[in-house]
Antibody, heavy 117, light 110 residues
Framework: QVQVVQSGAEVKKPGASVRVSCQASGYTFTSYYIHWVRQAPGQGLQWMGIINPSGGNTNYAQDLQGRVTMTRDTSTSTVYMELSSLTSEDTAVYYC??????????WGQGTLVTVSS | QSALTQPASVSGSPGQSITISCTGTSSDVGSYNLVSWYQQNPGKAPKLMIYEVSKRPSGVSNRFSGSKSGNTASLTIAGLQAEDEADYYCCSSAGSSTFVFGGGTKLTVL
């Protein structure tokens, strides 16, 4: 079945970077865009950006420009999201999701990233 | 982009109907019939409930319906059930492959 499976929880110090992976299966990896969404504790969903697994082109939310990088590895059907210069405000659950046209139909299980000194 | 505006909370009794609004701008909700709605239970990933304003994915109860007028989209849940208690988020395309979510609405079934 269609699924996207994310890497495990991370604990990082302020100023560090984190990389979260998202491995797709059950469908043609290059046929659907992958988006990243995060959710701070007790807060709502925040759209972070999109990557086209076919060409690798990306588009990021304005407030994360310069700190977020999304890449993909077509040989393993995996998308990566790297966030740099972490602060406590980046503590959140990070989700990847497959997008069909304009809706998020398949979500990963979420990856908790904790930023703490 | 600014988040879409949703009420923080709504409530209803079993069997009743409730509506959750989602207000954006002419740059997102008002420009595209690409509004979707997600249900999120505590500790779980969001689940798609409505896409393209009013379409239901296979497996989603027909008690859930969506609509849009101008810059405001709405999710209606008819015949409220205890299992509907969750957080609900709207989402809209904002052009150029960007998206924006609403702040979320906590639904309480009394």
């Amino acid at each position: 079945q269609v699924q996207v499976v994310q890497s495990g929880a991370e604990v990082k110090k302020p100023g560090a970077s984190v990389r979260v992976s998202c491995q797709a299966s059950g469908y043609t990896f290059t046929s659907y865009y992958i988006h990243w969404v995060r959710q701070a504790p007790g807060q709502g969903l925040q759209w972070m950006g999109i990557i086209n697994p076919s060409g690798g082109n990306t588009n990021y939310a304005q407030d994360l420009q310069g700190r977020v990088t999304m890449t993909r590895d077509t040989s393993t059907s995996t998308v990566y999201m790297e966030l740099s210069s972490l602060t406590s405000e980046d503590t959140a659950v990070y989700y990847c999701a497959r997008v069909v046209n304009s809706w998020f139909d398949t979500w990963g299980q979420g990856t908790l990233v904790t930023v703490s000194s | 982009q600014s988040a879409l505006t949703q009420p923080a909370s709504v409530s209803g009794s079993p069997g009743q109907s409730i509506t959750i609004s989602c207000t954006g701008t002419s740059s997102d909700v008002g420009s595209y019939n690409l509004v979707s709605w997600y249900q999120q239970n505590p500790g779980k990933a969001p689940k798609l409930m409505i896409y393209e304003v009013s379409k239901r994915p296979s497996g989603v109860s027909n008690r859930f319906s969506g609509s849009k007028s101008g810059n405001t989209a709405s999710l209606t849940i008819a015949g409220l059930q205890a299992e509907d208690e969750a957080d609900y988020y709207c989402c809209s395309s904002a052009g150029s492959s960007t998206f924006v979510f609403g702040g979320g609405t906590k639904l309480t079934v009394l």
